[in-house]
Nanobody, 125 residues
Framework: VQLQASGGGLVQAGGSLRLSCAAS????????MAWFRQTPGKEREFVAA????????YYADSVKGRFTISRDNAKNTVMLQMNSLKPEDTAVYFC???????????????????WGQGTLVTVSS
């Protein structure tokens, strides 16, 4: 299983970015896919997750209403649309996939067995 994250970059506060995570397998191979982010010296933080069955979405409180996670089954890709970005959103963003993830654990990084390489998002004030 390979996950390839892309779309990071430098943006001013209030701007938007769209991250993509391309999977080497069909999305139906997974139960959940998610985005996490990490800053130096801190633990990886949950951002958003989406179920492959039903498309149910979950968000961290800090991004709810600003970020949207979605999927494109035809392209085996999960996207994270990030709007109204804030300097505190600056981090390396990782996509993750789990084949045995359960709903109660979607916010736990340990629930995901597969990880992409990360893409840096920098939001300037």
């Amino acid at each position: 299983v390979q996950l390839q994250a892309s779309g990071g970059g430098l943006v001013q506060a209030g701007g938007s970015l769209r991250l993509s995570c391309a999977a080497s397998e069909r999305l139906s191979s997974y139960r959940y896919m998610a985005w996490f982010r990490q800053t130096p010296g801190k633990e990886r933080e949950f951002v958003a997750a989406i179920s492959m069955s039903g498309g149910f979405t979950y968000y961290a409180d800090s991004v709810k209403g600003r970020f949207t996670i979605s999927r494109d089954n035809a392209k085996n890709t999960v996207m994270l649309q990030m709007n109204s970005l804030k300097p505190e959103d600056t981090a390396v963003y990782f996509c993750a996939a789990g084949k045995s993830t359960i709903t109660s654990n979607v916010r736990n990084s340990r629930a995901y067995a597969y990880w992409g390489q990360g893409t840096l998002v920098t939001v300037s004030s």
